[in-house]
């Protein structure tokens, strides 16, 4: 038995920040700053500063780690002419799956997108939100290519039931 023709497959991915080594040098970097600043208050008999500069690399270095982790979630969406399956791993945590029949689902998404806007997936009554780490305007480019795709699907379906 043959497998189905995929019609569609794209994995979606936030942008990564920086390589392990470049934000360890940002932090490196910082650090070394604010330790000249603080010695500099310590000597002007100004130390309770200094605290506070320590706190302002600590969360930096928590900031920019917590960006990396981030950058470790997926979704891939795979249409065929029965199925459209929405695999969604998240930074943390385990994946999920969705399936929905692509005869039925509607895409909605704000035209023009604004900072809020979201892209969900609906299907008998249940939505399923997807792309969120994009910007607006790529989860605006993907709603448009995802709706072509399905369109495609459709029309495909209904060939091959006649």
Known sequence: MDAEPVLFDATLRPNPPMSARALKLVVGVVAVVNLGFGGYFVWRGAWPVTPFMGADVAFLAWALNAGRI?????????????????????????????????????????????????LMLWSHGRGVQIAGFLAPEERLSFARVLKTALRRARETSAVAET
């Open 70 to 118: 981030a950058a470790r979630a997926w979704e891939r969406v795979k249409l065929t002419r029965d199925s459209l399956l929405i695999r969604h791993q998240p930074a943390k945590g385990s994946v999920r799956e969705f399936a929905l029949n692509p005869y039925w689902v509607r895409v909605e998404m704000d035209d023009p997108p604004g900072r809020t806007s979201r």
